[in-house]
């Protein structure tokens, strides 16, 4: 029998490690599938998922820069979805239509919970970014019950919004919109740095104070790009760091079990991409 077939698309796709994660749980899990990246065509994302869904595709993963495209084009969605404005992960229905979610702040919050262990109940977090990343976090973090969230953003209207269309799920957290160059005093526990920028002449430029001995910086982005980041964050004091390398494997492994009905271990997988990829 053929093996079923999985994609991710994206542009550029050639850096992405999306095939390698999934055939590695396949392997573990004994899956009989193939993934494979394909190269999203700007002006025929629609037209194209269509078409590879009807010519056999059983799922999809969607990255950069086809998030909210997926979201428009799918038949219905997941709740986390709806709320993240953002689907990277496509099923088809047995009738035919496609399904979407957003695995993402999921993957955040199990690489935090499981391989990080922390606790974010009564803690204090900042997220530099108001983009598709930040929103698709949001709900879970909230749901920590976090003692405070700050969303800092190099466009503060952008972070403004966020805090509106999320006030009704903050609870007892305070939740709260800034600019970059008005960041409120630190330190932070945990400070996300979910921007599509590094740190230095072109990047972010972030005041001190805002990491201490006890806080993580933990970088969405992953393996030398976030180097810059990441030595930032310990020049500043903070008690650890880390690339987004986990929450990859995590929302990868989110999406896998929504499709094959079987949760892969993502410890031996994690391990195995760390040992080939250059990371700080
Ligand atoms: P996005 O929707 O395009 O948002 C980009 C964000 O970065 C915006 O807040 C934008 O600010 C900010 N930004 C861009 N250039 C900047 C600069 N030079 N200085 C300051 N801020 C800047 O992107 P996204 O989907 O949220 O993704 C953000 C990052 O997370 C990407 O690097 C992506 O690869 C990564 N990510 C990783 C994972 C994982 O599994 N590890 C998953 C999802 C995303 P403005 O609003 O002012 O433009």
Redesign the pocket.
């Known amino acids: 029998m053929k093996p079923d077939c999985y994609a991710v698309v994206g542009n550029p796709i050639g850096h992405s490690l999306s095939p390698r994660i999934h055939m590695l749980f396949a392997a573990q899990t004994n899956q009989s599938m193939v993934y494979e990246a394909r190269l999203g065509r700007p002006g025929h994302f629609a037209e194209d998922v269509r078409h590879w869904f009807r010519t056999g595709l059983r799922g999809l993963n969607v990255t950069?820069p086809f998030?909210e495209e997926a979201f428009r084009l799918v038949d219905r969605r997941t709740a986390r979805a709806q709320r993240a404005g953002a689907v990277n992960t496509v099923w088809a229905e047995a009738d035919g239509t496609l399904t979407g979610d957003n695995t993402?702040g999921t993957?955040f919050l199990r690489d935090l919970r499981i391989r990080l262990d922390l606790d974010l109940a009564d803690r204090e977090i900042l997220i530099l970014?108001?983009?598709?990343?930040?929103r698709g976090l949001l709900e879970p973090l909230l749901a920590e019950a976090p003692a405070r969230l700050v969303i800092a953003?190099?466009?503060p209207a952008?972070a403004v919004a966020l805090v509106e269309s999320f006030a009704q799920l903050a609870g007892t957290t305070q939740l709260e919109a800034s600019g970059?160059a008005s960041i409120p005093d630190g330190p932070y526990d945990l400070l996300i740095n979910?921007?599509?920028?590094g740190l230095g002449t072109?990047?972010?430029s972030l005041p001190p104070g805002l990491l201490a001995g006890t806080s993580l910086a933990y970088d969405?982005?992953?393996g030398p790009a976030s180097r810059p980041f990441l030595d930032w964050a310990r020049e500043q004091g903070a008690g650890s760091v880390t690339d987004?390398l986990g929450?990859?494997v995590e929302?990868a492994a989110e999406s896998f079990t929504a499709w094959r009905g079987v949760r892969p271990d993502t410890t031996p997988v994690l391990r195995e991409l760390r040992e080939t990829l250059d990371t700080p």
């Open positions: 950069v998030k993402d993957g970014g108001a983009g598709g990343a930040t953003n190099r466009t952008r970059l979910a921007t599509a920028a072109h990047g972010l969405l982005v992953y987004g929450m990859l929302q």
